[in-house]
């Protein structure tokens, strides 16, 4: 029974906790499994204490005055070339999410810099908790899906990827109750989206 879980679990996430992974040219969920677990979360956490790009939101740590200068650097020339704030920022997460199952760092690095140009867009959450779900942390990607969804409530991909937090959570072992909460916010999101095929597979799943 344990191998069957840990099997349909390393399916689930082999499917992948963005859509957005589906658009990249040359990637499918075969792709996907090559690369695995690119970092313990231990060796990310030993990092992020030199590098705060590797928090979210830079960890809200005071930034130096060469860091600061480099970040307005960056934001003049992002909204030069994609001319909004807000146009950068999504330009940003779609990066953030190509590299995802390439180089997880670099992930983080871009959607931190989305976070820089528009803090209002809910989607740099959802990459903030795609990465913790690669590191096998649903419990703080879970924490970021929550903010997203402060900033949105409305937003079917976080609330997606919120459900399967869950869902692992269950196939894991932890108490059943938890496939109840998986299909009870996997149904909200598709009433909102009922197109979003990444939705209808974890329902499937469930039931």
């Known amino acids: 029974m344990k191998f069957k879980r840990l099997a349909i679990l390393l399916t689930v996430l082999t499917i992948g906790c963005s859509q957005k992974m589906e658009s990249e ?58 001319t909004t704030a807000e146009k950068a920022a999504a330009n940003m997460i779609d990066i953030g999410f190509q590299y995802l199952y390439k180089d997880m760092k670099t992930a983080m690095y871009r ?11 809910s989607d740099i959450y959802w990459g903030f908790g795609a990465v913790y779900f690669m590191l096998d942390r649903p419990d703080l990607a879970r924490e970021q899906y929550k903010k997203g969804l402060k900033v949105d409530p409305a937003n079917s991909r976080i609330l997606t990827d919120y459900g399967t937090t869950y869902m692992t959570a269950y196939y894991a072992g932890e108490h059943p109750a938890t496939l109840d909460t998986a299909i009870s ?5 598709y009433a ?16």
């Open 25 to 82: 040219p040359g990637t499918n969920s075969d792709d996907r499994s090559k690369y695995g677990q690119q970092m313990t979360y231990k060796q990310w956490e030993k990092e992020a204490q030199t590098d705060k790009r590797l928090l979210p939101q830079y960890g809200n740590l005071p930034k130096s005055e060469g860091e600061i200068k480099a970040d307005q650097s960056f934001l003049a020339q992002a909204i030069a070339q994609d």
């Open 111 to 121: 959607f931190n810099q989305a976070y820089l140009l528009d803090s209002t867009n």
């Open 185 to 189: 916010i996997l149904s909200g999101s």
């Open 192 to 207: 909102l989206d009922p197109a979003n095929q990444n939705t209808s597979y974890k329902l499937s799943s469930c039931f």
